[in-house]
């Protein structure tokens, strides 16, 4: 796999282009949520105007970046800040990268940016009660784990930031996100779509568990949403690109089918985004994008 390191990033961190919020007038930026290391930090983006009574409805953003690149305000950010114009808050997470710390270390942040938004709401003008998970790629796998995993568990560590339960998301989506690590190869043979290469020593999986991923079954397990999965977990929706070369799109239809099959039909929504690849710009197409944006709104209880 390709070296993501870069001398233009923070820290040798590949970054990409960060999305424009120069339209943006309320904005936080680089909120501290913990204080273990300086990617323990968020962004809020607010909507014009003053809340509403109990505060802005809001979405976390986690970004995607094969947990080792990118940043909170990089251009993976642009469909999420149209959630703006709905009258939804948007706080877009950094997290722990697998160069400075091995898993757990990434849920363990998203949680912990999670409480701080919530015993900050008043502060920050937001609703801590109607709040939804949005990820992208490994931002997706990080954001099923917080919906699966609401209340304290052993994929909390609260000794990060503000004290208590995280409480319930209302409600995830994940683009094209990673569930079960050691299915990966075996579903990129079957569609024939990409390189079956995560089992390597030096893929993202295994740099983010801290070997193999066959030598550590047991993190691979805790790694994997799935394991967490209980019949009162919130409405997920999932959007996958059938060919989808890196994070074969079995992985959403898989645990999609699971979802209803525990929680009951239509907790989990699939929808296939076809003619893209990974991440692909296809994603930020009106149909792609409202399709997100109004299961958002129904499950936040937007008007």
């Given at each position: 796999m390709a070296d993501p390191n870069s001398p233009d990033g923070p820290s040798g961190i590949y970054v990409l282009p960060f999305a424009d919020t120069g339209h943006l007038k309320t904005v936080f930026r680089d909120v501290a949520y913990a204080d273990r290391s300086p990617f323990q930090a968020l962004d809020l983006y607010l909507p014009e105007g003053a809340p509403p009574a109990f505060g802005w409805p809001l979405v976390v953003f986690v970004h995607g970046g094969a947990w080792m690149m990118c940043d909170k305000r990089d251009i993976q950010l642009k469909s999420p800040l149209t959630l703006i114009d709905h009258g939804i808050a948007v706080a877009s997470v950094n997290y722990r990268l697998s160069s400075e710390a091995r898993f757990p270390a990434q849920i363990h942040d998203v949680k912990a940016?999670?409480?701080?938004?919530?015993?900050?709401?008043?502060?920050?003008?937001?609703?801590?009660?109607?709040?939804?998970?949005?990820?992208?790629?490994?931002?997706?796998?990080?954001?099923?784990?917080?919906?699966?995993?609401?209340?304290?568990?052993?994929?909390?560590?609260?000794?990060?930031?503000?004290?208590?339960?995280?409480?319930?998301?209302?409600?995830?989506v994940s683009w094209f996100g990673p569930t079960d690590f050691l299915k990966m190869d075996g579903y990129l043979r079957e569609t024939g779509a990409g390189v079956p290469d995560h089992g390597d020593a030096a893929s993202p999986e295994s740099k983010l568990l801290g070997d193999r991923i066959d030598r550590?079954?047991?993190?691979?397990?805790?790694?994997?949403?799935e394991t967490w999965l209980t019949?009162?977990?919130?409405?997920?929706?999932?959007?996958?690109?059938?060919?989808?070369?890196?994070?074969?799109?079995?992985?959403?239809?898989?645990?999609?089918?699971?979802?209803?099959?525990?929680?009951?039909?239509?907790?989990?929504?699939?929808?296939?985004?076809?003619?893209?690849?990974?991440?692909?710009?296809?994603?930020?197409?009106?149909?792609?994008?409202?399709?997100?944006v109004a299961f958002l709104k129904e499950t936040l209880r937007i008007a």
């Open positions: 940016a999670i409480r701080c938004l919530r015993a900050r709401a008043a502060e920050f003008g937001i609703d801590g009660e109607r709040l939804g998970i949005w990820g992208a790629s490994a931002g997706a796998h990080l954001a099923l784990l917080a919906g699966m995993t609401g209340r304290a568990s052993v994929l909390d560590d609260l000794s990060l930031g503000h004290s208590g339960e995280t409480g319930e998301v209302a409600a995830v550590v079954p047991g993190l691979v397990r805790a790694a994997n949403p019949p009162d977990c919130p409405p997920v929706l999932f959007q996958h690109a059938p060919a989808d070369p890196i994070v074969p799109v079995q992985m959403s239809v898989h645990f999609a089918a699971r979802i209803n099959q525990v929680a009951g039909p239509g907790r989990a929504r699939l929808h296939l985004v076809e003619g893209a690849g990974h991440a692909g710009p296809e994603f930020d197409r009106p149909e792609v994008v409202g399709r997100t």
